[in-house]
């Protein structure tokens, strides 16, 4: 299974440059996240989304635009990178609700630098 | 809003030996849900344990457990007969059930886990 997959794993952007982080999971789930880890830091949530067409902001949203047209799909938008912006992106998916089996996958990351 | 401390920014442990990684946390909910993720060098998050607020039985899987105190709000996560592929980040988290932020992970610091073998 490939679980949550994030592209590009690695990525340097000049600053003002905008782009989107993708990730896709197959396994139907509706409840899909973004995180950022800084160092020294946990993850922090920017924007979540509980299903197509829904989603809603985190913790630290600013700077970043999301969308979800599909269940399979959550991409991240930066609109002006800046150099705050610098950080391991995360992923993750889970099924809703409560309960057994509604823990949290994350994708791999990716590096963001922002110069 | 809920908080999540680990106050261990480093641990070090003999290969073989037992090591409890810390976290306390705070929040104003009854019903929650408790989770150690395991991050080593290759960034990848895994799940190691799970904890639901209402159970009283303390979690297990294999030679990781947990030490869940409700009414204290702390979270500790033993490890025992460590080994070197124990040697990473360790991250507590707490996820609530009100349904704000899709029940989002709130997480911890971390906890940077050494083996000595």
């Known amino acids: 299974n490939a679980g949550v997959t994030q592209t590009p794993k690695f990525q340097v952007l000049k600053t003002g440059q905008s782009m989107t982080l993708q990730c896709a999971q197959d396994?139907?789930?509706?409840?899909m996240s973004w995180y950022r880890q800084d160092p020294g830091m946990g993850l922090r949530l920017i924007h979540y989304s509980v299903g197509a067409g829904i989603t809603d902001q985190g913790e630290v949203p600013n700077g970043y635009n999301v969308s979800r047209s599909t269940t399979e799909d959550f991409p991240l938008r930066l609109l002006s990178a800046a150099p705050s912006q610098t950080s391991v992106y995360f992923c993750?998916?889970?099924?809703?609700?409560?309960?057994?089996?509604?823990?949290?996958?994350f994708g791999q990351g990716t590096r963001l630098t922002v110069v | 809003a809920q908080t999540v401390t680990q106050s261990q920014p480093e641990m070090s442990v003999q290969e073989a030996e037992t090591v409890t990684l810390s976290c306390t946390y705070d929040t104003s909910e009854s019903d929650y849900y408790l989770f150690w993720y395991k991050q080593p060098p290759s960034r990848q998050m895994i799940l190691v344990i799970r904890q639901e607020a209402y159970k009283q039985q303390n979690a297990t899987e294999n030679r990781f457990s947990v030490n869940f105190q409700k009414a204290a709000k702390s979270f500790s996560l033993k490890i025992s007969d460590s080994q070197l592929g124990d040697a990473a980040m360790y991250f507590c988290a707490y996820r609530g059930t009100s349904g704000g932020g899709a029940d989002g992970l709130t997480f911890g610091k971390g906890t940077h886990l050494i083996i000595q073998p």
């Open positions: 993750a998916s889970r099924l809703p609700g409560q309960g057994e089996n509604t823990e949290a996958f």
């Open positions: 396994m139907n789930h509706e409840y």
